[in-house]
Nanobody
Framework: VQLQASGGGLVQTGGSLRLSCAASERTGGSFVMGWFRQAPGKEREFVAAFTRNGVMKTADAVKGRFAISRVNAHDTVYLQMSSLKPEDTGIYYC???????????????WGQGTQVTVSS
């Protein structure tokens, strides 16, 4: 599965952005799809993902501010980001996995990444 992420940009603190990730083929919702991010000089970290039974999981750092949604018919997953902070700055990647995990090593397909920059 190839993934294409889009929607990043520059936003001020407190602003919002919506990221999109489209799969290149129909998966019928059989894959776990999630978002990770990587700030300069830091390791890639889990942001949010859907479990196979449709339960949304988000990292503590973004809980209450970010929400993930998915349209299985289009194999597209979205990340709605609100109340953005400078520490949310980084490259955001969508990824898919055959099994649920918050570990990036368990995801085997990755989008190219989209830059999110939050100015203070």
């Amino acid at each position: 599965v190839q993934l294409q992420a889009s929607g990043g940009g520059l936003v001020q603190t407190g602003g919002s952005l919506r990221l999109s990730c489209a799969a290149s083929e129909r998966t019928g919702g059989s894959f776990v799809m999630g978002w990770f991010r990587q700030a300069p000089g830091k390791e890639r970290e889990f942001v949010a993902a859907f479990t196979r039974n449709g339960v949304m999981k988000t990292a503590d750092a973004v809980k209450g501010r970010f929400a993930i949604s998915r349209v299985n018919a289009h194999d597209t997953v979205y990340l709605q980001m609100s109340s953005l902070k400078p520490e949310d700055t980084g490259i955001y990647y969508c990824a898919s996995s055959k099994s649920w995990s918050t570990q990036s090593t368990r995801y085997d397909s990755w989008g190219q990444g989209t830059q999110v920059t939050v100015s203070s």
